[in-house]
T-cell receptor
Framework: NAGVMQNPRHLVRRRGQEARLRCSPM?????VYWYRQLPEEGLKFMVY????????ESGMPKERFSAEFPKEGPSILRIQQVVRGDSAAYFC?????????????FGPGTRLTVL | GQQVMQIPQYQHVQEGEDFTTYCNSS?????IQWYKQRPGGHPVFLIQ?????EVKKQKRLTFQFGEAKKNSSLHITATQTTDVGTYFC????????????FGKGTLLTVNP
């Protein structure tokens, strides 16, 4: 049973380019969470999605960031016109049921570097 | 908004010594989870506490949830080099407990 998969593991972009981060949840999990982690910081909640629905995006910056979880395929976190401050590790987690009462299984993360 | 403070930020111990990290929330939590992240790795779930005053043990690890559900601690007895990593607490908010608020973590290093 494969765990949460994220790709790419490392992504380098120049300022102004777009970054697309992909997350495939564990089999049977329909709840996906995205977090951002700056160096020596904890994880910051960004967005919570279920299939085809954004449930809570209160942690997402208002501009340039968007997320989706289509009926088929992985969840995508998209960052347009990246800036140096977007450099961070982005982790995706999934759970089989809704709510924080359930363990969240984390993927290996995508480490984004903006030059 | 909800804040979760975690101390200490760093802890260096000799192998065999005990280690404790503490977590405090500005608001009452619905639950608290603990994760371990090895350097360069991803967070791995350790445990969840839900009930007021709850205590759970996993081998050398003891987890506590305060009576007011606003604080928690993780204690490791007789640390080993394999315990190295950053330990995070993450609190679930009442009413929207899927939104985990993470502490900044405690980085534990163990001298063999």
């Amino acid at each position: 049973n494969a765990g949460v998969m994220q790709n790419p593991r490392h992504l380098v972009r120049r300022r102004g380019q777009e970054a697309r981060l992909r997350c495939s949840p564990m089999k049977g999990h329909s709840h996906v969470y995205w977090y951002r982690q700056l160096p020596e910081e904890g994880l910051k909640f960004m967005v919570y999605l279920q299939k085809e629905n954004i449930i809570d995006e209160s942690g997402m910056p208002k501009e340039r960031f968007s997320a989706e979880f289509p009926k088929e395929g992985p969840s995508i976190l998209r960052i347009q016109q990246v800036v140096r401050g977007d450099s961070a590790a982005y982790f995706c987690a999934s759970s089989p049921q809704a709510g924080g009462d359930n363990e969240q299984f984390f993927g290996p993360g995508t480490r984004l570097t903006v030059l | 908004g909800q804040q979760v403070m975690q101390i200490p930020q760093y802890q260096h111990v000799q192998e065999g010594e005990d280690f404790t990290t503490y977590c405090n929330s500005s608001t009452t939590l619905s639950n608290i989870q603990w994760y371990k992240q090895r350097p360069g790795g991803h967070p791995v779930f350790l445990i969840q506490l839900v009930k007021s005053g709850e205590v759970k043990k996993q081998k050398r690890l003891t987890f506590q949830f305060g009576e007011a559900k606003k604080n928690s601690s993780l204690h490791i007895t007789a640390t080993q080099t394999t315990d190295v990593g950053t330990y995070f607490c993450a609190g679930g908010r009442q009413g929207s407990n899927y939104k985990l608020t993470f502490g900044k973590g405690t980085l534990l290093t163990v001298n063999p």
